[in-house]
Structure formats: C-alpha cells, structure tokens
C-alpha cells in the first residue's frame, strides 16, 4: 500500500508539462470551503505555496482564504500553547513540593503538546518550502491530472477515494481505499475503472515495513517486531507518472467531494527484498492521453497500458 507520496504539488508545473487548464472553479471552492471550516481539508504546505504570487483575480482570492485560514490557524495554536503552559506550570508546582506519577505525566504532555503547537506555527509561517512540504498522506488532497470535456485538467482532490454513490461512510468502513490493486479494477473498483482515469506526478513513495521484513530475518519466539517506515526513490531521479482512478461524491446537503486512488500492483524485485507487497503503477508519458481517455468497452487496452508500466529501479531508505 502506498501509504505516503511526496508528489508534484504546484498545479502550474501539470499546467507547463502537459498543457493543461486549471479548475480555478473547483480550487477556489476546496479553499473557501477550508476556510469557511465547512470542511476539515488537509491540503500541503507546497500547494498553497503555489498561489503565493496571484496572477488573476481568482488566484488572489485563493490566496486570501489561504491566508485567511493560516491566521485562524495560527491563533488557535497560541491559545493552546497558552493553555498548555499554564498547564505545565501548574505540573512543576506541583512537583516542587511532591513527585507524582500524574504531575509528572502531565509535565511530559504539555511539553510535548507545546513543541507541537510551535513547530505547527513555525511551518505556517515558513516561506521556504521543504521536502516534508509536498508529501501527502491518506485524506491529504493533491493536484490530480485529467480529462474533462476533452480537455487536459489539474483539479484538486482527496487522496482516498469515495466512490459516487457509496455513503459517506465508506471512508471507515474501507480505509485502504486510497489504493487501487490492479487485481480488483474489475471488482470493487469496477465502477470508475475504464471511465475517470488521472494521473499523479510522484517523486518518491513511502510504506510501513516490518523491520525483520527489511533484515530478511525470521522473528524468534518472544520478540516483537517493529514497524519502519521506509522511502522508495528512482535510482535514475526520473519522476513517476501514476495511474490513479478518481470520483466525484455527491450527497443532499453535503459539498461535493472529488477523490482518487492510485493504483497499485505486485512489488519489483528490490521492493520485495526491501520487505513490501505493493507499488505503485507508474505509466509512460507515450500512454498518457489514451489512460486519460478510456474506452470502458476497451478495458483490456487501459490494462496493456498499466501492464507497459515503466521500470525505474527503487532505491530505498528509512524515511526522516
């Protein structure tokens, strides 16, 4: 399972490579909706970054709400700095006088809950992006790349997909939805696999592996694994182009939810050896209109095209 991606977060660099337009509309509306708190939209560092120099009206809208929410956000981060300094004063107080288990726990917690706090205001305000700015998790949303109208477009969308029709609730009840196995396009996927097609820019990959699986030892009785979390790179530095399927969700009352999933197939040698099952399908460029563009009674030429994957080498090492 692709847990994480540190992806192609700038809608404009999609825009230049594949002479594509951008949803203004629908950016426009994930960000009011963000700011507004009419949804818990978890968007990176690096694609807000993207409107930081407004070239149009909309843009600079864009930017207002995004600034808008950072304010919002950051005045809630110092009132529970506040909170949580009141709270570990009140801790050393009380462990001047008397060394208590709870004292002592509550010291720990309000420390580690005010670095928190402070490491979240210090990335706010930030201007330089780094590498953590452009990764994204599950619920995170990324610039997604597909056909709409017989034109190329870079909308944005939640990485976990809700399939049209499925109840909200679909989100607990399957949460590894925000990969696709290959081996199920044509089962639980069936209902977007040959009709709404994308394609995510990937640098690099990230998977929770146990870690006798990365030593290729087996666990004696009594000792308990533990879990890494490892980075998968190109060995050449070439960027994936990855299939993904997406959605749109529509419910009375409820905003409309665009989501996708990448699409995931069996590991390549130095993956397995590196202790994971999975990875994900990295097309190539040549393939790319056709995947944006699919025959639903033609399944098995999008198939060929996941099949033709492209081979890079995947290098790897334990994540930051």
């Not at 998977?207 to 060995?235: A, C, H, M, Y």
């Amino acid at each position: 399972m692709c847990y994480s991606a540190q992806i192609e977060a700038d809608y404009k660099k999609y825009v230049r490579k594949f002479g594509a337009h951008m949803d203004i509309r629908e950016f426009a509306r994930l960000y009011w909706e963000r700011a507004e708190g009419r949804l818990k939209v978890k968007i990176p560092k690096a694609m807000d970054n993207a409107f930081a120099n407004p070239e149009n009206d909309t843009e600079a809208e864009i930017k207002r709400l995004i600034d808008q929410h950072n304010i919002e956000q950051s005045k809630a981060l110092e009132e529970e700095v506040f909170k949580q300094r009141a709270r570990l004063v009140a801790a050393e107080r009380t462990l001047q006088t008397k060394t208590t288990k709870a004292a002592t726990e509550s010291k720990r917690i309000a420390a580690d809950k005010i670095e928190a706090a402070l490491g979240r205001i210090d990335d706010m305000r930030r201007t330089e992006l780094l590498a953590r700015d452009s990764r994204i998790f599950p619920g995170n949303y990324a610039p997604l790349l597909v056909q709409n109208n017989g034109h190329l477009v870079v909308r944005p969308m939640r990485y976990q997909c809700r399939i049209g029709g499925k109840p909200a609730s679909y989100d607990f009840k399957y949460p590894g939805t925000y990969n696709a196995r290959l081996d199920s396009l044509g089962g639980f996927w069936k209902p977007v696999f040959g009709y709404s097609h994308g394609v995510l820019i990937v640098d690099s990959f990230y998977e929770n592996v146990k870690k006798s699986k990365t030593e290729g030892r087996v666990l004696p009785d009594g000792e308990e694994d533990e879990n890494v979390v490892l980075q998968f790179t190109p060995r050449d530095g070439s960027r994936m182009l990855v299939a993904c399927l997406w959605s749109k969700w529509s419910a009375p009352g409820e905003p409309d939810l665009y989501s996708f999933a990448a699409i995931t197939d069996e590991p390549p040698p130095e993956v397995a050896e590196a202790g994971h099952d999975r990875c994900i399908v990295s097309i190539k460029p040549e393939n790319v209109a056709a995947w944006l563009n699919p025959n639903p009674k033609d399944l098995a030429a999008q198939y060929a095209i996941l099949e033709d994957k492209v081979h890079p080498y995947y290098e790897h090492r334990l994540a930051a």
